[in-house]
């Protein structure tokens, strides 16, 4: 009998919209931001990774087109893309570019730098993105904190798709930063938890 779907089944819709949407206006890669902060959160407060597991829509945005539309080899991702050696690596090399793409933000946000209107790639190609700025009341660093963040959503996404094609369609789970990160924070908790 199949299981009847519940609300946070269709969160992968989010994720979608919110990459179409970048497309159009980069002032909504703001929204992403709730991507950091609600498995932080979850993590903290409850102690278990709940968001990967049920509310991650790009999780669920991988297994509907790698699973159901059949657009994954279903392979065994590699040991070495699982060891924790890798895993906190890319968490260390993810955390390093987004500081640098902060300190981007601030340059433009105190006039040091000029609206850099591009996103860039898997941290190295850089595409004009220039129409999906349109201008904003506020300071042009608020844009330029959306094109970094839309780029780093974009290049994880993208990661994310080449692995679910070459393995299983939820392969960017095991390496995800997010998932490092609330990982760490649950192990901490219960660890702090059981000395209780």
């Known amino acids: 009998m199949k299981q009847k779907k519940k609300w946070y089944d269709y969160l992968w819709i989010v994720s979608l919209t919110y990459l179409i ?8 890669a703001w929204f992403g931001l709730l991507c950091f902060f609600i498995p932080l959160a979850i993590a903290i407060i409850k102690g278990n990774k ?23 080899r279903k ?44 996103v860039t790639l898997l941290w190295t190609f850089k595409l004009p993105w ?22 780093v959503m974009l290049t994880s996404t993208i990661l994310g798709f080449i692995t679910m094609i070459l393995f299983k369609p939820r392969s960017w789970c095991v390496y995800c930063p997010m998932g490092t990160m609330t990982q760490l924070i649950c192990k901490t908790k219960n660890v702090t938890l059981s000395q209780k």
């Open 21 to 28: 949407l970048g497309f159009f206006n980069i002032l909504f």
């Open 50 to 72: 709940a968001y990967c597991n049920k509310y991650c829509g790009r999780g669920q945005l991988f297994s509907l087109v790698g699973g159901r539309f059949g657009l994954s």
């Open 75 to 118: 392979k065994d991702i590699p040991k070495w893309m699982k060891s924790s050696y890798f895993r906190y690596g890319f968490l260390l090399f993810f955390f390093t570019m987004f500081f640098l793409m902060l300190w981007n933000t601030y340059l433009v946000f105190t006039e040091v730098k000029d609206l850099n209107t591009v």
């Open 130 to 151: 220039h129409w999906a700025y349109h201008g904003t009341f506020f300071s042009n660093g608020i844009a330029q904190f959306a094109f970094g963040f839309y780029s």
